[in-house]
């Protein structure tokens, strides 16, 4: 329920700046807004403010902000409009004005990720210990990609496709950027200089994890679930885990396919505790009516608190803004280039786990959540497909080019494209979204 309600919150908000980036440009200048809406379909609040409605609707997918002269209905853009009013209409604005006006809405979330993330810096940000060490392999998931190249446990990733990297964090920018080619990595492996290359299938956008690369992660308990069998064996939080039945376990990744093996059958798990070695007798316990099976741990996962000075939020918050927008870019040209999967796009159900995610966790990871979104809806809008703030833009340049509107007629036919184009990108979200969720 906090997921549901704390996605629907952040997507309000996203589509309140929007929203207000068109209302305030159309109101200096000059333009009636009659209506202000969060959402969609039947009305669920409304309030008259002077000449404007404000709503809140019960689908929360979007929101719009209607003007005089704008659209359909009785006072859209072909409606008689009285001429004491006529000069506030929005079809009767110049060029210039009215792009101002649609431009407004994706800005507004251009910017505000410029707003936020200095705060979140500000505020002080716990980000994983290891995204600033070295990115050197701790652990390479059998039967993924990078076994199949020959990637071993100790290898350090010196370069990626020409772009040097010095820690975890560094990879990300650079696989992005070597989407769809093959990735050439370079590593120090024991001190010699080897290459490898990796053809990814679905582009290694999701980190070197995707392709089975995952940092040293010790099998030390960070936290415990009530209730499950762990809890009810007698480990404790700070125990490291030797053993699971006949199998020694090093790594915190051996844990899943080791408790996976045992089924729900009893097992003998060693431990180590205050430089003390004790068994636990534990059942493993089924998930629903899946093959999976738990005892309910989680990893110490060793984390860094930076807070920064406000000249070095500012610096830090613009610079990681302009990378989102750099990497959102970069996507969306590999994507129309067909070098990145489509089962990459996320759909509304993906925003709604992200932003619950997030607002377990603290102030700073919800404020960057609600910028690297804010960078996704801006974006989007500025496409230039029709019935987007991008499709308009794209009107007004040709009347702007060619000194007259394109006609009605061939707006109409764009317009319903748009409508067929945008619903069936929804689909594939929406189809994404279910696919990830059974996946899980």
């Not at 050439?184 to 995707?210: C, K, Y």
């Amino acid at each position: 329920m906090i997921t549901i309600a704390a996605g629907i919150v952040m997507l309000g908000i996203l589509v309140f700046v929007h929203e207000l980036g068109h209302f305030c440009v159309a109101k200096f200048c000059g333009v009636k807004v009659l209506k202000f809406s969060l959402g969609f379909g039947p009305r669920l609040v409304s309030r008259q403010w002077g000449e404007t409605e404000y709503m809140v609707c019960a689908i929360p997918l979007g929101g719009y902000v209607q003007m005089l002269g704008e659209g359909g209905g009785e006072q859209g853009e072909d409606a008689e409009i009285s001429p004491d009013e006529e000069q506030r209409s929005f079809a009767k604005q110049s060029i210039a004005r009215r792009m101002a006006i649609v431009a407004a809405g994706p800005a507004m979330n251009l910017i505000l990720p410029f707003l936020v993330l200095p705060l979140a810096y500000l505020v002080g940000v716990n980000l994983p210990a290891y995204l600033e060490e070295p990115p050197c392999v701790g652990y390479v998931i059998p039967g993924s990609e990078a076994e199949a190249a020959g990637f071993h446990k100790g290898d350090c990733i010196v370069q990626i496709s020409g772009h040097k990297v010095t820690t975890w964090t560094d990879t990300g920018p650079a696989l992005v950027n070597s989407a769809g080619e093959p990735i050439v990595f370079v590593l120090d492996r024991s001190g010699q200089v080897s290459e490898l290359t990796i053809a990814p299938e679905h582009g290694a956008l999701e980190g070197l994890q995707s392709i089975g690369l995952l940092p040293d992660q010790e099998a030390v308990i960070g936290s415990l679930a009530p209730g499950m069998p762990a809890v009810k064996a007698g480990l404790e939080a700070g125990d490291r885990i030797v053993s699971i039945g006949e199998r020694e376990i090093v790594s915190w990744y051996e844990l899943k396919d080791a408790i996976q093996e045992v089924g729900g059958q009893p097992v003998t798990i060693v431990v180590e505790r205050n430089q003390e070695r004790l068994s636990f007798q534990i059942v493993p316990e089924q998930v629903d009516d899946s093959n999976s099976y738990l005892i309910g741990i989680a990893p110490n996962q060793d984390t860094v608190f930076k807070r920064f000075s406000l000249g070095e939020s500012i610096k830090a918050g613009a610079g990681r803004s302009m990378d989102l927008i750099e990497l959102t870019l970069v996507f969306i040209q590999k994507l129309f280039a067909g070098h990145v999967s489509t089962s990459n796009i996320g759909g509304p159900i993906t925003v709604v786990q992200i932003a619950g995610q997030a607002a377990q966790t603290d102030i700073s990871s919800i404020l960057s959540v609600l910028a690297f979104l804010s960078i996704q809806l801006g974006i989007l809008n500025l496409l230039p497909i029709p019935i987007l703030d991008g499709g308009h833009l794209f009107f007004y340049t040709f009347e702007m080019v060619f000194r007259r509107p394109l006609s009605l007629r061939a707006r109409e036919w764009a317009q319903q494209l748009g409508l067929i184009l945008l619903i069936m990108l929804m689909v594939l979200a929406f189809y994404n979204d279910i696919v990830r969720m059974i996946g899980n």
